[in-house]
């Protein structure tokens, strides 16, 4: 049974930072990209970052400058670095993957884990 467990969120003020990490079981996911999606109240979920297995990355014009993902193939994890945050980085953040190259397509990614709330105060 694949999962993908993300932990690492919470509450922070505006400028301050969160690593948020994704643990994968269940299946090697080194030759897959690994994404990040988030969903605010009321809004669509929409794309953060993405990573491919050789180290190819996508980021929303939103974060970029911002935000860092990395993987770690050893330990199936995937990490989003989250610098400066803001009021508005604020939603639930989800972990995610896809046989295949970046998408930035929810709709494209197979494998999805639960979410972990991040909260940025004003």
């Known amino acids: 049974q694949v999962q993908l467990v993300e932990s690492g969120g919470g509450l922070v003020q505006a400028g301050g930072s969160l690593r948020l990490s994704c643990a994968a079981s269940g299946r090697t996911f080194s030759s897959d990209t690994m994404g990040w999606f988030r969903q605010a109240p009321g809004k669509e979920r929409e794309f953060v970052a993405a990573i491919r297995w050789s180290g190819t990355i996508d980021y929303a014009d939103s974060v970029k400058g911002r935000f860092t993902i990395s993987r770690d193939n050893a330990k199936n994890t995937v990490y989003l670095r989250m610098n400066s945050l803001k009021p508005e980085d604020t939603a639930i953040y989800y972990c995610?993957?896809?046989?295949?190259?970046?998408?930035?397509?929810?709709?494209?990614?197979?494998?999805w884990g639960q979410g972990t709330q991040v909260t940025v105060s004003s």
């Open positions: 995610a993957a896809r046989t295949g190259g970046l998408s930035t397509w929810s709709v494209e990614y197979n494998y």
